[in-house]
């Protein structure tokens, strides 16, 4: 660990320990960072990072100081997202985000609950809400490309999911804590869509890659929100529609490692497939899989 992690790590410890709060903690960073600064994913890292073996539970004050350093611009919101999604349980189920060789201690049986994730997802998106995010074009583009790995990550850990629990013969059903995560992610990319500086950079100055992947990770992402919260989940598909953001070009960047290497290119197009009609309709979160399946066999 570099000098400059070692001060940070020992701020932090001294501040938990006290019980430090609000603008007495913002008044140590910022005296700290005057002497020594330090990137933003270091900083993220420090701060987010679980401080025990597949810690379950988070201290109270984690979320409070992450929301300090982000008011401080001393953290980025992609940064901030890209370490929470780093030590969540969706990174670990994700083979092109977790590769299974890879037995580092940063990634290896150190995760967070998802209380913590839906409790920073919504911080992340309060950012902007309120208007004081994207500080840049730069900003904006790389929380997008941020928030689409979120969104390909929760599509890869649910489809694998409900395809265990086919396999062994019980009811598909989502755990209230998976629900609440993916409605955080939701609402993130709600209040990206209502924000007009991150709309216009998507529109112009964002890369195409960018908006690509962006596109594709929502277009598999509204039909799982909509299993769970339709209301979101149509706030979204007004969205997509609105800016014409569809991910039929952008299959080649993210659409292996969507599903675990199941070519998935076909369910941004299901609506538009006319050889499965006759089939009786079930209103269950396995229909979208039976389905998919029947648009396999007919093509």
């Known amino acids: 660990m570099d000098v400059e992690s070692q001060e940070w790590t020992k701020l932090l410890d001294r501040c938990l320990l006290a019980r430090v709060k609000g603008p007495k903690f913002s008044a140590f960073c910022k005296a700290?960072?005057?002497?020594?600064?330090?990137?933003?994913?270091?900083?993220?890292?420090?701060?987010?990072?679980?401080?025990?073996?597949?810690?379950?539970?988070?201290?109270?004050?984690?979320?409070?100081?992450?929301?300090?350093?982000?008011?401080?611009?001393?953290?980025?919101?992609?940064?901030?997202?890209?370490?929470?999604?780093?030590?969540?349980?969706?990174?670990?189920?994700?083979?092109?985000?977790?590769?299974?060789?890879?037995?580092?201690?940063?990634?290896?049986?150190?995760?967070?609950?998802?209380?913590?994730?839906?409790?920073l997802l919504f911080r992340y998106a309060k950012c902007f809400i309120t208007g004081g995010r994207p500080k840049n074009a730069h900003e904006a583009y790389s929380t997008l490309r941020a928030v689409a790995t979120w969104m390909s990550a929760i599509v890869t850990a649910s489809t694998k999911d409900e395809m265990m629990q086919d396999l062994a013969g019980v009811g598909n059903s989502t755990q209230p804590e998976a629900i609440a995560v993916r409605e955080a992610v939701g609402m993130l990319v709600v209040a990206l869509a209502e924000n007009g500086r991150v709309m216009s950079v998507l529109d112009?100055?964002?890369?195409?890659?960018?908006?690509?992947?962006?596109?594709?990770?929502?277009s598999l992402f509204i039909p799982f929100l909509s299993q769970t919260s339709l209301q979101i989940a149509n706030r979204l598909?007004?969205?997509?529609?609105?800016?014409?953001?569809?991910?039929?070009?952008?299959?080649?960047?993210?659409?292996?490692?969507?599903?675990?290497?199941?070519?998935?290119?076909?369910?941004?197009?299901?609506?538009?497939?006319?050889?499965?009609?006759?089939?009786?309709?079930?209103?269950s979160r396995a229909g979208l899989y039976i389905y998919f399946s029947a648009v396999v066999c007919v093509e």
């Open 32 to 119: 700290l960072y005057s002497k020594n600064p330090i990137a933003s994913s270091k900083l993220a890292n420090i701060f987010i990072r679980p401080r025990a073996s597949s810690a379950l539970t988070v201290d109270p004050l984690i979320p409070s100081y992450i929301e300090c350093l982000l008011a401080l611009e001393q953290i980025s919101v992609p940064d901030a997202l890209r370490t929470l999604l780093r030590y969540s349980r969706l990174y670990h189920s994700d083979e092109a985000l977790y590769p299974r060789g890879d037995q580092s201690e940063d990634i290896n049986n150190l995760y967070h609950g998802p209380d913590l994730e839906q409790i």
């Open 204 to 218: 112009g100055q964002c890369p195409k890659d960018v908006k690509q992947t962006f596109a594709h990770a929502l």
């Open 237 to 283: 598909a007004s969205f997509q529609k609105q800016y014409n953001i569809y991910g039929n070009d952008a299959s080649k960047a993210i659409g292996d490692s969507m599903m675990g290497g199941i070519d998935v290119n076909g369910l941004g197009q299901l609506q538009g497939v006319d050889g499965v009609l006759d089939g009786h309709f079930v209103n």
